[in-house]
């Protein structure tokens, strides 16, 4: 990786980048260290937010690489401490994402 850049965080498929590019999502477990890996995969500290508090991930977080494809950041399911509200809409937003994404490639 020589360019890493945050694009943008958004709650609705229809919010995220154009689909220009290849996307690479991570997602897992709250507190798993999805963050941490993007931030080590692109040879920088503070490119995803890391928090030692699980569920800091609300959103779907997009980042530019080599400006030709995307990481995405989703957030993690399970540990965080948010009410049955906050998860069936992470739960809905998460999965219009993995169904109306025309260009995702690979779900780590």
Not at 11 to 34: M, T, Y
Request: charged share 20%.
């Amino acid at each position: 990786v020589k360019k890493s850049e945050y694009l943008s965080s958004c709650v609705q498929q229809q919010d995220c980048p154009a689909p220009r590019f290849p996307e690479f999502a991570v997602i897992g477990r709250s507190n798993v260290g999805k963050s941490s890996l993007i931030n080590m995969l692109t040879n920088s500290k503070r490119l995803a937010h890391v928090s030692k508090e699980p569920g800091k991930t609300r959103c779907i977080n997009h980042f530019l690489i080599n400006s030709n494809w995307y990481f995405v950041d989703l957030p993690g399911y399970g540990y965080a401490r948010t009410g049955s509200t906050a998860r069936v809409e992470f739960d809905t937003f998460t999965k219009d994402y993995f169904l109306k994404r025309s260009n995702l490639t690979l779900v780590y």
